[in-house]
Every structure is written in structure tokens, then in C-alpha cells.
């Protein structure tokens, strides 16, 4: 087994068990900071998928705006959970929902074996870019690339997209306004 | 030799635990979070097809703009969740039964 | 008084009998309210007018008759009407005139009881009944009739009803009584069987059914049917067994002592004047229907009776006790004078021991009266009708002592007194049908010439005890002896019948019946010569027997010289009254007991047995068709309507508002969806 592969399956089981923790903490605080470590192990992925820019992104975005973002959403709307952060007594997990997890796991069953029967028959666009060997590679420049394609092929969704982060965000601050009435 | 299956096998659990967020937890918060979860595995789907395609650079580009929606998703709710707050004094959407005839 | 008498017989006979009903419906009414009863005496008193009037214009007349339809049954009609003859109307007056001075009597006599209301109202309802039962020209109705009488003695014995001995002498009169309804019932039957018609004009008319009737060939024929010859006799013994009962006859007579439970002027009324005396008037009455053999039994009847009664009367302390063992004896000889087939005496001899019976009673009523002030004054205690109490009472009560001797001198039949009359028309027709029959029949005239001399041996120490010598209880009281004479109220209506107790009233002639109006009222024919000798001898031997034993009753008890041994076997049985209700007591009684046990043992083992088994078994079907019901039938009813609640609920939950089960919806969408593609 080479190393990269031992570090793809460590990210791999960080960001899954993580998640899984997540999920199942009845403890709203931890379960988002844990929250840092499944994003932080998500980026550690996108690495091994060769886009350097787009873990980069993903840290600083989720990192420096979104966990920030729900952190204080989290503080200002529930009080009684503040209180749980002193409490020590009690489980640590909250049980789970028996009415969602036959069907959830009924949903990863049939995408596995989508991604099985999928294997088959790999896309015809895949093999031509293989066969040209148009596949990133390892030693390739993606900022490099990706700022070129930004500015002249992705121009048009790059200035909707700024329009509407914009609009979000005011949007955002105009709903969170408190004298929202007057 | 790390391939294509592996992630996305990776990012069908990362899914399904997002998922399951979404529809079992009671806190609002937690229902984002699961969101958040769901959009990080598409975004690793995304960056794993990408791989194969050097000339569009789509599969990366597209999941930094999925990134930036997904910021913008989340301060919006956030947005609403505190609104949602001020007005229930709730987060929990069992609680929030406005939707029924 | 014109106007009243153009008021017909029939008319004033139906007054009679309706005046005590009135009178009995208003107290009744009325209830506590009416304590003095002067609402029943006024009723009675005018019936007495009214029959007087009825007596009048009936007696020695054709007899007359009114009747309406009561109802009918198929082709048979029932008529309810009123017979007068000489008989009824007899019998009414007698009632009526009795009825009169007890009821005066009563009014001291009961002074201050706490039941009186409930006296007065018993009283008339017995006149009523007693009157209509006379009347009445009709078998069903006499019946009708003799149970109200029945029952108005039952309930007059039970008057007081807090005292034991009283309720269960009354328990045995009207136990005792229903033997003897059931003969009367079952002679009914016969009779309508065999004539179709129980109405007494039709049957014993002069040229009735009865008259047109013979006995042929072993068959009894009447122009309505014909059966076996042993039926007539059946049906004579059955209507006697109803006497038997009612007035009292051997071996039924065991209610009779029991029944002076209650009150005096009741057992003068009923037990001794009126009542007791209806046996024999429907003797009299159904006369014609009696063959030899019956009237033979009637005579033997009637003779133990008065015999065994009369050998009672000699030894019991109990004044009203000796007095009713006379009643039943003098009954015994109007049973025989019936038995003799010489009715009218019969009749006569009722007439006449009415008055010095009804005057008897009042008599020893106040002695009762005085001895139990005496007792209730001198708080001591004793039995105020214990003749061992008595004594010396002449020097404190005169007057009652003087009717009290007039009344025992006619029973004793002593010369100058009515029994004297029609004792002697009994005896004497005796001997003369004993004479015409056969030397065997001569002990029936013998022996009542016997008991008659022991009826004036009782009679007279129950006279020499109670009114000579010394006080017996002079020791217990002391010096003051607080005896006093009745209160007139009480008084008048005894002289009145003292005044009843002589000749004159029923004959001119004090030495021969023959003379008597009644008699020749009555006219029966007989069917034997007369013996002249006899009409001598043997009022000579009575008289002389009378007057030999109450010389000796003077000598034994007035100046107590009594010669026997008190507590002799001879005087145990008399006192016992010969052991009867103790054998009735321990054969007919326990037997009786037995045999309900062993049949309450069979229905309660054997018959509910059976029962309880098919209880059990509808039981076990019912539960087994319950538990299919409530399982199966409302199982499926039930899982429809679990379905249905599902359902609803199923699809209520769809729309419950939350948002996590709308997306969980959409979600299982997808995935079906999904599965679909994956299955094309």
C-alpha cells in the first residue's frame, strides 16, 4: 500500500466519522466544532482530486465565514443549549431517528451500487480525455489555469455569481436586522 | 492508486450522513449543517470528475461557485433562522407548524 | 209506617245486607278517625228494622225471589238474587237481632282499645257478609259468602294481633276452615254437574230439580243428567264436611277454643250465636239433597260431637273455654236434629241457644271485663278468665249474676226456659226416630240425654265457681276488693236477651214444643210417629237429671266439697281436650312437615338438579356466542375500523405541518423513483 493512498483513506474515515459525530452529538457546540475537522478532512480530499484552489477555498470560506456565520447563529438563538456547554451530566449522544435511518441507509445501498453497476461502463468523454491525456496532473499549475478560465471562458457566471453573493449577503443583513418593523 | 470510485463512495456516505441531518435532527442549525454536508460531498464529486477534464477546468470551477452559493445559502438561512428565533423563540422545525392547513 | 210497608220484602232484605257494607266502606274510609262506632251501630240497627220489616212480611207467606243476571259462561247464565222464605228470613232476623245488642255491648265492652276503628270495621264487614249469606238464592254466591264470613272471623280471632296465641289461633281457624271450603266447593261442582244450575229456587223449589230427582237401578237421575248413586251420597258428605268445619262438628272442631283469642262480644257474635250456626242453616237449607247414609253420618256426627264437646266442658278453668265446648255440643245437637231429619227442630234449637249462648258469653265478657280492671288496679297478676280466680262474685256484680243464671237454666233446659223447648224437640224426635229405625239407633236419644245432663253439671259449676263461695284471690288483693257492676251500656243489651232466653218469646205453651211458632213455621213432616209417652218421660228425666246434678255441683263447688282428685286422668283428658291438637300436633301436622321436607328435598336436589344442568349448558352456549361475537364478528368490524383510523391517521400525518416529515415524504419519492430507474 503507497502512502497516498494511506492518506486518502485516513482523510476518508476522518471526514466520515466526524460527520457521523456530527450528527449524532447531542451537544450542539461540539458538533460544530467538530464541524471544522469534517471540512478541514473535506479538503484534504479535494486535494487528493488534484484541486489545490478548491481546498483553499473550501478552508477559508467555510472556515473564515460559514462555521463563524452558524457559530453566532448558534450563540444568539438558543439559550437553553448555551447551557449545555456547562452540563456534563447526561449521554453524549442523542439517540437516532428510527424513522430516517432504514431509509437513509437504504439510500447509500442504492447509490453504491449505482457507483458499482457505474464502473461498468465508464463515460465516453473519460476515455477520450484519457486516451489525449488531457487529465490534470499532479505537477500542473491550477491557479494558474483557473484564473485565465475565470476571467475569459467563465466570465459571465463569474460576475452573476458576484452579483449574487452580493445580494445574499445584503439580503442576509437586512434580514437579521432587528428593528426589522419600523 | 486512488480512483474515481473511492471518492465517490466517500462523498455517498458524506451525503447520506448530510441527509440524515436534514431529516432527523431538531435543531435548524443542524438541518444547514446537514446541508452544508450534502453540498461538500457534490463539491468532492465535482473536484473528482474534474480530474479528467483539463481543457474546461468545469468540474473545479463549478465547485468554487458551488463553494460561493453555499456561503451565500448559509448566511441567508442563518438569516432566517435568527428571524425564525425572534419569532417562535424556537429552533426547532417540529415546532413550527405554520405549514399545516 | 204506611209507606214503609208498601216497600217490597225483597227491596228491604237487599237494604239489610247493603246498610253494614256502607257502614264498612265508611270506616274503612274513615279509618282511625271513627272510634266510637256509632256509624256501625246505627247500620245495624237499621238492618235489624229492616228485617224485622222483611221478617214480617215474608213469614208464613209465599216465599218470593229477585234475581239479575250476574254473567254468563256459553249458554249458561249466573244470576246473582235473594231468596226469602221462612228459613232466610228467620235467619236474617236472628242475625240482625243478635247483632244489636252486641254491638251496643262492644261499644262499653272495647272502650278505649287502641284497634277499635279497626273492631267496629271488621264488625260490620262479618254483619254484612253473615246477612248476604242468608239471603242468597244461590249456591256460588253463598260460597262467595261463607268465605267473607270465614274471613271476617279471621280477622276478628286475630284482632289482637300482637299476642302469639291469636294470630295462631286464627292461622288454625282459617286453616282449619279451608277443609272444610273444599267439601263445600267440590258439593258445588257436583251439584252443578248434575243439575246445571246452582240457583236454590230452581233446585229445591216445589217443583224443583230435586223434587223431580230418583235414585234407580244404582243410578242417580235428575232431569239434567244422570250418574252413578254414589255420587249423591259423595256430594251430601262433602257439603257436610263444609258444616263440619264452620260450625265447628268433630274432628274439625279444633279451632273453635282457640278462636276465644278474641275479643268476648266477637265469640258471642260469631263463635257462638251467628256464624257457627251457619253450618246448620245450609243443612237446613240443602236438606232435600241428603240421602239416608248422609243423614245417617250427620247424626253419628253430631252426636260424638255433642258428647265428646259436653265431656271437655267438664274440667277446663277458662270461662270463655267451657263456654265454647258448649257451643260446639249444642252444635252437635242441632247436627243430630238435622241427622234425625227433623230440620226445624234443628232450627229451633239455633234460635233459641243463639239468645242464651250470645247472653252467656256477654255475661262471662263482664266478669272478664271486671276481673282484668281488678288485675290492671290491684297490680297483680293472674288470669282474668281463670275460673280458680273467681268466686263470691254475686255479692259484687247482682245483676250479671242473675242473667248469667237465667241464661245457664236455658241451656241446662231447664222448665219455663226456651233451651227447655227445643232441647226436648231434639231429644224427643230422636227417640222417636230411634224408635221407628230400630233398637240400635237408641243410643243416639241416650246419649244426649246424657250429654245434656253433663251440659247442666258444666254449666252449673262454671255458675257455683265463679259467682259463690269466697273470692279465691281475696289473699292477693288484700282488703280492697274494687269489684264493681258492668256499666248500662253493657247491661241492657244482656237483659235484653235474658228477656230472649224465656218461653214466651217463641211459645205460649212452656211444656210442649209442638206450640212453638217457629215449628209450625218451619213444618217439616216427619217420618215416624209420634210417641206421646216419650213427649212425658222424657222432659221429666232431664229436668230431674238437671236439677239431681246441680245439686251436686252446689255441694262440690259452691260450698267446696269437691269429692275427686283434681289432677285424675278422667280430668286430664277433659282438660286436654282429649289430647287432640296434641295428636293433630304430632301425626297430621308433623307428617304434613315431613312431607313438604321430602318434597322440598326432591325439588331442591332432583328438579333444580335438572334445571341447574341446563342452566349450565345454555350458559356455556351463551358465553360460546358471546365470545364469537365480541372476537369474530366485532373482530372484523373492529379491524375495519382500525383500517379506517390508519388510513386517517396515515394520511393526517402528511399534512401535520412539519417540515421535516414533508421533505421526509418528498425524500421516499426520490428513492422510489430512483429504485424504479435502477429496476427498468
Known amino acids: 500500500m503507497n502512502v497516498d493512498l494511506f492518506l486518502f483513506y485516513a482523510f476518508a474515515t476522518l471526514a466520515i466519522g466526524s460527520a457521523l459525530l456530527v450528527v449524532s452529538l447531542k451537544n450542539i ?29 473550501q478552508i477559508m470560506v467555510y472556515v473564515g465565514g460559514v462555521l463563524i456565520l452558524l457559530l453566532f447563529a448558534f450563540m444568539l438563538s438558543n439559550k437553553e443549549l448555551l447551557n449545555d456547554l456547562q452540563q456534563t451530566t447526561g449521554s453524549l449522544f ?89 | 492508486m486512488i480512483t474515481l470510485t473511492h471518492f465517490l463512495v466517500v462523498s455517498a456516505f458524506i451525503f447520506c450522513i448530510g441527509l440524515y441531518a436534514v431529516l432527523a435532527k431538531k435543531n435548524a442549525i443542524m438541518i444547514l449543517v446537514g ?65 399545516k392547513d | 209506617m ?24 265508611y270506616q274503612a274510609i274513615v279509618g282511625k278517625k271513627d272510634q266510637s262506632g256509632l256509624v256501625g251501630t246505627l247500620a245495624i240497627i237499621f238492618s235489624f228494622v229492616l228485617s224485622l220489616l222483611t221478617f214480617l212480611d215474608v213469614w208464613n207467606a209465599m216465599p218470593l225471589s229477585s234475581e239479575i243476571t250476574w254473567f254468563k259462561i256459553g249458554n249458561t247464565t249466573f244470576t246473582v238474587g235473594i231468596l226469602l222464605n221462612n228459613l232466610s228470613s228467620l235467619m236474617l232476623l236472628l242475625v240482625s237481632t243478635i247483632a244489636v245488642p252486641v254491638h251496643i255491648y262492644s261499644k262499653s265492652y272495647m272502650h278505649g282499645d287502641a284497634g277499635i276503628h279497626r273492631y267496629w270495621m271488621y264488625l260490620s264487614l262479618f254483619c254484612f257478609a253473615m246477612l248476604g249469606l242468608v239471603i242468597m238464592n244461590n249456591l256460588l254466591l253463598m260460597y262467595v259468602f261463607w268465605e267473607l264470613v270465614g274471613f271476617a272471623s279471621y280477622l276478628l280471632i286475630g284482632f289482637w294481633y300482637t299476642k302469639d296465641a291469636a294470630v295462631q289461633a286464627n292461622k288454625k281457624a282459617f286453616l282449619v276452615n279451608r277443609i272444610g271450603d273444599l267439601g263445600f266447593l267440590i258439593g258445588i261442582a257436583i251439584v252443578y254437574s248434575q243439575f246445571g244450575t246452582l240457583n236454590l229456587v230452581t233446585l229445591f223449589g216445589n217443583d224443583g230439580l230435586i223434587a223431580n230427582t230418583s235414585v234407580e237401578n244404582g243410578l242417580w237421575i235428575s232431569p239434567h243428567n244422570s250418574m252413578d248413586a254414589i255420587w249423591l251420597t259423595v256430594t251430601g258428605i262433602s257439603f257436610f264436611l263444609g258444616a263440619m268445619a264452620k260450625s265447628a262438628q268433630f274432628p274439625l272442631h279444633v279451632w273453635l277454643p282457640d278462636a276465644m283469642e278474641g275479643p268476648t262480644s266477637v265469640s258471642s257474635l260469631i263463635h257462638a250465636a251467628t256464624m257457627v250456626a251457619a253450618g246448620v242453616f245450609l243443612m237446613s237449607t240443602l236438606f232435600p239433597l241428603f240421602n239416608d247414609t248422609v243423614l245417617l253420618i250427620i247424626a253419628i256426627i253430631g252426636t260424638t260431637t255433642a258428647t265428646i264437646a259436653a265431656y271437655f266442658a267438664l274440667a277446663q278453668y277458662d270461662i270463655k273455654k267451657i263456654l265454647a265446648f258448649s257451643t260446639i255440643s249444642q252444635l252437635g245437637y242441632m247436627m ?69 243464671t237465667i241464661a245457664s237454666l236455658a241451656l241446662a233446659g231447664f222448665p219455663l226456659t226456651s233451651g227447655y223447648l227445643s232441647k226436648d224437640s231434639i231429644i224427643i224426635s230422636a227417640f222417636e226416630w230411634a224408635s221407628a229405625k230400630g233398637p240400635m239407633f237408641q243410643i243416639v236419644p241416650i246419649t244426649l240425654i246424657i250429654v245434656s245432663i253433663m251440659t247442666a253439671f258444666y254449666i252449673g259449676r262454671l255458675l257455683f265457681k265463679a259467682f259463690f263461695s269466697e273470692l279465691r284471690i281475696k289473699s292477693l288483693l288484700g282488703s280492697s276488693v274494687d269489684l264493681n257492676e258492668s256499666p248500662k251500656l253493657m247491661l241492657w243489651p244482656m237483659y235484653f236477651l235474658g228477656i230472649c232466653c224465656v218461653f214466651p218469646l217463641f211459645s205460649f205453651n212452656p211444656i210442649s214444643y209442638h206450640d212453638a211458632w217457629v215449628m209450625d ?35 262440690w263447688y259452691a260450698q267446696g266439697q269437691y269429692p275427686l282428685h283434681a289432677n285424675s286422668l278422667a280430668n286430664r283428658i277433659s282438660l286436654n281436650q282429649g289430647y287432640l291438637n296434641i295428636f293433630n300436633e304430632k301425626i297430621i301436622v308433623n307428617s304434613v312437615l315431613n312431607l313438604s321436607k321430602l318434597s322440598y328435598w326432591i325439588d331442591r336436589h332432583i328438579v333444580d338438579g335438572f334445571i341447574h344442568i341446563f342452566i ?12 364469537l361475537d365480541k372476537n369474530i364478528v366485532d373482530g372484523l368490524v373492529n379491524t375495519f375500523g382500525k383500517i379506517a383510523l390508519l388510513l386517517g391517521n396515515f394520511a393526517r400525518s402528511t399534512q401535520n405541518g412539519k417540515l421535516q416529515t414533508y421533505l421526509y415524504s418528498v425524500f421516499l419519492l426520490v428513492i422510489v423513483g430512483l429504485v424504479y430507474l435502477l429496476l427498468r
Open chain 1, 29 to 57: 457546540a461540539r458538533a460544530l466544532f467538530l464541524f471544522f475537522v469534517v471540512l478541514f478532512a473535506m479538503a484534504g480530499l479535494y486535494l487528493f482530486a488534484l484541486a489545490d484552489f478548491v481546498a483553499i477555498t
Open chain 1, 94 to 182: 442523542s439517540l437516532p431517528t428510527w424513522k430516517v435511518l432504514p431509509l437513509i441507509l437504504f439510500f447509500l445501498g442504492i447509490m453504491i451500487y449505482g457507483i458499482i453497476e457505474w464502473q461498468q461502463s465508464t463515460p465516453a468523454w473519460m476515455t477520450t480525455a484519457i486516451q489525449n491525456n488531457t487529465v490534470i496532473k499532479s505537477t500542473d499549475n491550477n491557479i494558474h489555469q483557473l484564473g485565465i478560465k475565470f476571467m475569459t471562458q467563465y466570465v459571465l457566471p463569474f460576475e452573476v455569481i458576484s452579483i449574487f453573493l452580493m445580494m445574499a449577503l445584503i439580503g442576509a443583513s437586512h434580514l437579521s436586522r432587528k428593528d426589522l418593523q419600523k
Open chain 2, 35 to 99: 446541508i452544508e454536508l450534502m453540498i461538500n460531498a457534490a463539491i468532492l464529486n465535482f473536484v473528482a470528475f474534474g480530474k479528467y477534464d483539463k481543457i474546461n477546468y468545469g468540474g473545479q470551477i463549478f465547485a468554487l461557485f458551488a463553494i460561493v452559493l453555499a456561503a451565500a445559502a448559509v448566511a441567508v438561512g442563518l438569516a432566517i433562522i435568527l428571524n425564525v428565533y425572534r419569532y417562535y423563540k424556537t429552533v426547532n422545525p417540529d415546532q413550527i407548524r405554520e405549514l
Open chain 3, 2 to 25: 204506611d209507606f214503609l210497608l208498601n216497600i217490597s220484602p225483597i227491596c228491604t232484605a237487599f237494604l239489610t245486607v247493603v246498610i253494614p257494607l256502607l257502614a264498612f266502606l
Open chain 3, 336 to 404: 243430630v236434629g238435622i241427622g234425625i231429619g227433623t230440620w226445624d227442630a234443628a232450627m229451633f234449637h239455633l234460635l233459641t241457644h243463639a239468645f242464651f249462648k250470645c247472653l252467656l258469653f256477654l255475661c262471662a265478657g263482664a266478669v272478664i271485663h271486671e276481673m282484668a280492671h281488678l288485675k290492671a288496679h290491684s297490680k297483680q297478676d293472674f288470669d282474668p278468665q281463670d275460673l280458680r280466680n273467681m268466686g263470691g262474685l254475686r255479692h259484687y256484680m247482682p245483676q250479671t249474676f242473675i242473667l248469667m
Open chain 3, 521 to 555: 213455621g218451619l213444618l217439616v213432616q216427619y217420618p215416624y210417629e209420634t210417641n206421646h209417652t216419650a213427649h212425658l218421660v222424657i222432659p221429666m228425666i232431664l229436668t230431674v237429671g238437671a236439677l239431681s246434678v246441680w245439686v251436686l255441683a252446689w255441694r
Open chain 3, 616 to 627: 349450565n349448558f345454555i350458559q356455556q352456549i351463551a358465553l360460546l356466542s358471546h365470545w
